[in-house]
């Protein structure tokens, strides 16, 4: 079946730890994103990449870094910087040019700084 | 500018009832305005989107109304069910800008 896989689903971390979300597509999506999502806040945007090996900012792109080596896979670090790191983690990927287009959506990882 | 405004944040209807969603958003360049519907620990689903050369778009129970001129769009949910108790997100985007802009969500419950 096509789609898209995060994980872990759920991951606990100390406060100065980096930790790293895995994001693997097999849609043959040309972009893929991360998005944040906190109660009552909706989805906020992290990063974005449209092509492999080039990738964007998004609106609350402090405190995280992203790569994109392979067509498949986008991962996110959330690293020790980031004051906040305690949300819903969404994965999502789209078409080539999707930027207008249709996100297909993980089913999310779950971070908790203890 | 870039913001979509989303209300109400949540919502109780009765089955059978018409719940209605709002949005509205100041970017006169968006060109796209999906609909997502997410189910408690889940990612988000298309539900319907629309482009803004039609006021309206039906799909199933779910219709979408766009006013262009008050650059407001809504989701009318018909003979609501309580499987249709979800969050859902209005969203928007344009050729040239980033991602999808979402709202913030409503939380809707539909009761038996």
């Known amino acids: 079946d096509g789609g898209i896989t995060q994980s872990p689903k759920y991951l606990f971390r100390k406060e100065g730890q980096n930790v790293t979300l895995s994001c693997e597509q097999n849609l043959n999506h040309d972009a893929m994103y991360w998005y944040?999502?906190?109660?009552?806040?909706?989805?906020?945007?992290?990063y974005y990449s449209q092509i492999v090996n080039d990738f964007q900012k998004g609106d609350i792109a402090e405190g995280y870094s992203v790569s994109r080596e392979k067509k498949e896979s986008f991962p996110l670090t959330v690293t020790s910087a980031q004051k906040n790191p305690t949300a819903f983690y969404l994965c999502a990927s789209s078409y080539a040019g999707g930027i207008t287009g249709e996100l297909f959506f993980g089913e999310g990882s779950r971070l908790t700084v203890l | 500018q870039?913001?979509?405004?989303?209300s109400p944040q949540s919502l109780i209807v009765q089955k059978g009832g018409i719940p209605i969603i709002n949005c509205a958003y100041e970017n006169t360049a968006f060109d796209y305005f999906p609909w997502?519907?997410?189910?408690?620990?889940?990612?988000?689903?298309?539900l319907i989107a629309i482009r803004p050369d039609v006021s309206e778009k039906k799909e199933g129970r779910f219709t979408i109304s766009f006013n262009k001129s008050a650059k407001q769009f809504s989701l009318h949910i018909m003979d609501s069910q309580p499987g249709d108790s979800a969050t859902y997100f209005c969203a928007a985007s344009n050729q040239a800008g980033t991602a999808l802009i979402f709202?913030?969500?409503t939380t809707l419950s539909v009761s038996s």
């Not at chain 1, 944040?36 to 989805?43: A, I, S, T, V």
């Open chain 1, 36 to 46: 944040r999502q906190d109660p009552g806040q909706g989805l906020r945007l992290i």
């Open chain 2, 103 to 105: 709202g913030k969500g």
């Open chain 2, 2 to 6: 870039q913001q979509v405004k989303q």
């Open chain 2, 36 to 46: 997502y519907q997410q189910f408690p620990g889940k990612g988000p689903a298309l």
